[in-house]
């Protein structure tokens, strides 16, 4: 893994040097172990390309970047994982190789391939290559958005990088904020691909590629389409099923094995990493190093227990980082920083501190992200089931019985009770009848008592058509009927689309990177879930199974208690930071002057919601938090 950075300049002026020097310093913690830059120059157009380098396959000077094959150039992010088959195919056509890493793959297969070639990559990347005998080039971004990839046209040039930090360098061409990117902000917690905060900067999207030349550029281009589900009449048995999903499953975690530094596993209480580390343990032998984060003053959130249960069976070398939340609320600040644009996952606090301890034993760890979006582990995709039987019941009863149950009465400080609680609040807010808009409404931080916080002529109602939207067109429109002839799929394969890359993969990349770590996540590989992916609903959620074919699949390898464990994450009680430790931080960082400068955000009503949250009559935390992100942001940024 890396960073990379690089400027286009369409009227073929030399790059500046030293922007590309100033790309490297800024990418630096992506990349502590090397880097370097090119400039390539022709009549009308010049290119300047810019790397940082985590040398974990052949850390030898053979594998710096950026790399010429050629006449190709490329910097590359990521790891492609079948590279050694394909440098046998390319040198049985003519190819000579002179390094021992995935890189040099990658310019050789254009060469030979063109575009063609990223359909050949089992991987996960950012790129960038340029033919300089035919001054025309590509960026591309992997199938499911594991590595992130910005851009900002400035007329006569295109500038891109890793992260918009980098960007910043080389100014951008416009920082007015885009209203539309801060609305999906403060209904998802993220700014979804392929807009920024940014008016100006965009996100490449999953499986998107652009291309540029001496004519300018393109628009995006989708070269991968997640394959539509057949309905067919005779699926494969759930027998079968199991037994494929183990062995992809299995497969997938061999392939990202391969390197020259330590590897190890991200290991929770939870079905998806015990998989992992089962998985590598058969593969690789015991002492598998596995690393736990736990926090000394809460047993809900502490994951060391089951965590232990798993790495006792597998013999692994377990390595144990205990916390207390006073730690979380001490590195707010330096990873709020960090951000390039608001981002507000507070399970990004605990991962980064996780990252930070495991990147002091290795370079490279596996993670089970990407399970719950795959195999239907998150309670929203149950919530379904729960609202039919729930409208099933007469309405005299949801009226006078379950509407005031669940609406009464404060909210405990962080127990089930106040769990259930709150989902129950969110599950009875959708008001649609298709299974997509619902999931919609249930995947949003800003609930409808919270839109009073916008400054809106006429009231406080929004429109959620612009959020509506970016859900629909997650799929390729051209696939959306044969998508709603499954609801559970289509759900699915909107949240591996939309929400898994702008939320979980950006966390994990940022988690990851900001400490030299690369994280890899073999549940993402392109053989399971496609192959996932066209399995019928019913075998991945049944009533209350959840992960149905996952679990199943790997039953005899998983220690007691693992597979009945409810979903969880690496989380941290936010909302009552927001009460105690962050109270002041939040009055003063989300304060009048930051707030109004967004033009349509009410102070009061923020102050009011912070103050109906503090007094519990009701949970805002995710969106509290979000709120006082952004005015971090703000303020670093003006």
Not at 145 to 168: H, M, N, T, W
Request: charged share 25%; with cysteine.
């Amino acid at each position: 893994m890396s960073g990379i950075a690089g400027v286009v300049d369409f009227r073929g002026q030399a790059v500046d040097a030293r922007l590309l020097g100033r790309f490297c310093d800024r990418l630096r913690h992506r990349g502590p172990d090397d880097s370097g830059t090119c400039i390539v120059t022709q009549d009308k157009i010049a290119v300047g390309l810019a790397h940082t380098r985590l040398a974990v396959l052949d850390p030898s000077a053979a594998g710096r970047q950026p790399m010429t094959v050629g006449d190709h150039h490329v910097v590359f992010n990521g790891e492609i994982y079948n590279f050694r088959e394909l440098r046998e195919e390319l040198t049985a056509e003519g190819w000579t190789f002179h390094s021992a890493c995935d890189t040099e793959v990658v310019p050789a297969a254009f060469a030979q391939w063109g575009e063609a070639a990223l359909a050949r990559f089992n991987g996960v990347w950012a790129l960038a290559v340029f033919d300089a005998l035919t001054g025309k080039g590509v960026l591309a971004r992997d199938r499911y958005g594991v590595k992130p990839l910005y851009y900002d046209e400035q007329g006569d040039r295109l500038v891109f990088a890793s992260e918009i930090s980098a960007l910043r360098e080389a100014g951008l061409r416009a920082t007015n904020i885009d209203p539309a990117a801060l609305t999906h902000y403060l209904r998802l917690g993220f700014v979804p691909h392929p807009m920024t905060i940014y008016a100006s900067v965009r996100k490449l999207p999953p499986g998107h590629l652009l291309r540029f030349g001496p004519g300018g550029v393109s628009e995006p281009r989708r070269w991968y389409h997640l394959p539509v589900p057949v309905a067919a009449s005779r699926p494969p048995s759930y027998d079968e099923a199991c037994g494929e999903v183990r062995r992809r499953t299995a497969g997938a975690v061999n392939a990202r094995i391969a390197a020259d530094v330590p590897v190890g596993v991200l290991l929770s209480g939870g079905v998806d990493s015990a998989i992992l580390v089962a998985h590598l343990a058969a593969a690789a032998g015991p002492r598998v190093k596995t690393f736990t984060l736990g926090f000394a003053d809460s047993r809900r959130y502490d994951e060391l227990p089951l965590a232990r249960r798993i790495a006792r069976r597998y013999a692994t070398d377990h390595h144990e980082f205990r916390l207390t939340f006073t730690d979380v609320v001490d590195a707010l600040p330096t990873m709020l920083d960090h951000l390039g644009e608001p981002f507000a996952d507070s399970s990004l606090l605990p991962t980064a501190l996780l990252c930070r301890h495991t990147g002091e034993h290795v370079t490279v760890a596996l993670a089970g992200d990407g399970g719950d979006e795959l195999f239907a582990g998150y309670w929203r995709y149950r919530g379904h089931q729960y609202l039919e039987r729930y409208r099933r019941l007469p309405g005299w009863l949801r009226r006078r019985v379950v509407m005031p149950l669940v609406h009464a009465g404060r909210l405990s400080a962080s127990g089930r009770w106040g769990d259930r609680i709150r989902r129950a609040r969110r599950l009875l807010r959708a008001d649609s009848h298709d299974p997509l808009l619902r999931h919609m409404q249930w995947s949003t931080i800003l609930t409808r008592e919270a839109e009073m916080i916008f400054r809106i002529e006429g009231g406080h109602e929004t429109d959620y058509t612009p959020l509506w939207s970016t859900y629909e067109t997650a799929i390729e429109p051209a696939h959306a009927a044969a998508w709603s002839r499954q609801p559970l799929n289509r759900i699915l394969g909107t949240d591996v689309c939309l929400l898994l890359p702008g939320g979980m993969l950006c966390k994990v990349d940022t988690a990851g990177m900001a400490h030299g770590l690369e994280i890899r996540v073999p549940l993402l590989d392109r053989s399971l879930v496609e192959y996932v992916m066209q399995l019928p609903g019913r075998y991945k959620l049944d009533g209350r199974h959840r992960k149905r074919v996952l679990i199943d699949a790997h039953r005899d390898l998983l220690p007691p208690g693992v597979a009945e464990r409810p979903r969880r994450g690496l989380e941290v009680p936010i909302g009552e930071f927001l009460r105690r430790p962050l109270r002041d931080l939040f009055r003063d960082v989300v304060d009048r002057k930051t707030v109004e400068s967004f033009g349509w955000l009410d102070y009061d009503a923020v102050a009011a919601l912070y103050e109906t949250h503090c007094r519990r009559r009701d949970e805002f935390g995710d969106l509290l938090y979000a709120l006082l992100v952004l005015c971090w942001w703000r303020q670093k940024h003006p």
